[in-house]
Structure formats: C-alpha cells, structure tokens
C-alpha cells in the first residue's frame, strides 16, 4: 500500500510595498518512494505572476499587490499519490513618508 506523501508550503509571509516579490520555498517527502513532482497554484488574492516554473520546489512570485494571497503546493509521489499544503503572503500598502511638524516652542520676549 502506497503511503500519501507530506508537503509543506513553508511559513506564512509578511512583505511591505514598494518590495513586490517574492519566493515561495516547499518541501514534499515520501516514507516509501520518492517526489515525483511539484506544483504551485494561486488559491486567493490579487493578481500574480509566477516568475518561475510552477513545477519547481521553490517558486518566484513577482507583480504582488496589497492584500492577503494564499498559494498551494501539491506534491505529487513516484506512484502518483498526492498532498496539500497552503502558505499565505501578506502584503501590505506602502506607507507614504509624510513630512515632519516642527515646534520650536512659545514665543520668548
């Protein structure tokens, strides 16, 4: 009987604009083979472009706007056996640098 592999998507990420990217690293593991394949998906949130192969372990995301993304990793066993895991990546709005007040104080006579 074939054992279902393990994936794991990697650790929930938190990145601030004007930074738009990022890499999304996940690990897949078989007690009684060997991963076959990955694959990385969007499953919530903004518009993305995946900057490289979806079918890698680790994957580049590029084009990231302000929200909550939720991507998913499947791996995928030598005797075709599958799991899930899901990584969320925050990415908050840019803070605009606003200009300082100065206050040098009352009037002294």
Do not use: M, R
Request: glycine fraction near 8%.
């Amino acid at each position: 009987i074939n054992q279902k592999p393990v994936a794991d998507a990697g650790t929930n990420q938190v990145i601030n604009l004007p930074v738009n990217s990022t890499t999304l690293t996940g690990l897949g593991s078989d007690a009684d083979g060997f991963i076959a394949s990955y694959f990385w998906e969007k499953v919530s949130g903004p518009t993305v472009t995946f900057a490289s192969a979806q079918t890698l372990s680790t994957v580049s995301i590029t084009n990231l706007l302000a929200g909550t993304y939720v991507f998913q990793l499947t791996v995928t066993d030598n005797l075709g056996a599958t799991d899930v895991d899901n990584v969320s990546v925050t990415v908050n709005p840019e803070v605009i640098n606003q200009k300082p007040v100065a206050d040098a104080g009352t009037d002294q006579v």
